[in-house]
């Protein structure tokens, strides 16, 4: 499985929650599209990239590629508790710190940190949380391969990884800070469980008045539940958007495809991402619940049936 590296970043942390994923062999890559192109070149049989974050929002890098660069297909969703840590190398203090680097995603995670107890300090953006550890404590002793005065904002594993000592925990703006991270390979959607979700791209053929508020009627006359809405550009010119949409269910369920098919017939195209359990805390509850009342709605219905004329 590839995944955003090196090791000690929480995308590594994430999937080994997994323990079908941690007993596979791991490959650190470099960068997000590296993960996204080795599954599509072959090179690893799935990828494990993050998609979302409850502070700053969507991976951009992540969603873009999912869109434009490869055709994948999402098989797991994985949602993980995000507490980031400023580490430094030995000697380094709290009052000494002139930059600190990490993930853009995670610099934006702390911003009243750093308004509040390091004002003015130069925020660097690395590969990933764990690679900013490793540019400041793997070089040598006292960070000798960054310049004087520079921290990482990293997972607590990665200072384990790098040697680094802890500054301050936990310097997160919010509590309830989650990301959200989809494992992705070339083909094949998983069986429904009754707590899933499913990802589309919708395409428009034309920009005109009405046209969102057509796709949305669509979810809403079905009464289907949007669990997220994202606009990117198409990169064909300025003004032109495809909308990015998550929501409740999957494929197998008939109101979903029905949707999708009326979707499918009114646009210039539609990108399928793929249709997999949802996490969270409470999809086991969910998916029994959900199992639960498809009984008994089949045991209703089997009633109503059994009183037809033959």
Not at 29 to 47: E, F, K, S, Y
Not at 139 to 161: D, F, K, Y
Not at 252 to 281: M, N, Q, T, W
């Amino acid at each position: 499985m590839a995944f955003l590296g090196p090791v000690g970043t929480f995308s590594e942390e994430a999937l080994l929650t997994q323990e079908d994923y941690a007993a596979t062999a791991l490959q650190p890559c470099a960068t997000i599209a590296d993960v996204l192109d080795a599954v599509r070149d072959g090179r690893a049989d799935l990828g494990f990239v993050p998609i979302e974050n409850a502070i700053d929002g969507v991976v951009r890098d992540t969603l873009d590629a999912l869109i434009f660069d490869v055709d994948l297909l999402i098989q797991r969703e994985v949602v993980l508790d995000v507490h980031l840590h400023l580490m430094g190398p030995p000697g380094l203090a709290l009052p000494d710190v002139r930059r600190v680097v990490s993930y853009p995603v995670a610099l934006g995670q702390c911003r009243r940190f750093f308004a509040e107890q390091l004002p003015g300090v130069e925020l660097v953006a690395a590969t990933s949380t764990a690679d900013a550890a490793r540019l400041v404590g793997a070089a040598g002793p006292a960070g000798a391969g960054a310049p004087p005065g520079t921290a990482a904002l990293a997972p607590r594993l990665a200072a384990e990884l790098y040697g680094l000592r802890m500054l301050v925990e936990d310097v997160e703006d919010f509590d309830g800070n989650q990301t959200r991270f989809l494992a992705v390979t070339t083909s094949g959607v998983p069986a429904p469980t009754g707590h899933d979700r499913t990802s589309i791209v919708c395409f428009q053929d034309a920009d005109r008045p009405g046209s969102l508020h057509g796709i949305l009627g669509q979810f809403a006359a079905r009464n289907i539940n949007l669990t997220r809405l994202e606009s990117r550009p198409t990169k064909q010119g300025l003004g032109e958007y495809c909308f990015a949409i998550d929501l409740a269910g999957h494929l197998a369920d008939e109101v979903v495809a029905d949707c999708l098919r009326d979707l499918r017939a009114g646009l210039a195209d539609i990108k399928f991402l793929g249709s997999y359990p949802a996490a969270g805390h409470l999809a086991l509850q969910r998916r029994r619940e959900a199992d639960d009342a498809w009984r008994r709605a089949d045991g209703w219905l089997a009633a109503l049936r059994s009183q037809m004329a033959r």
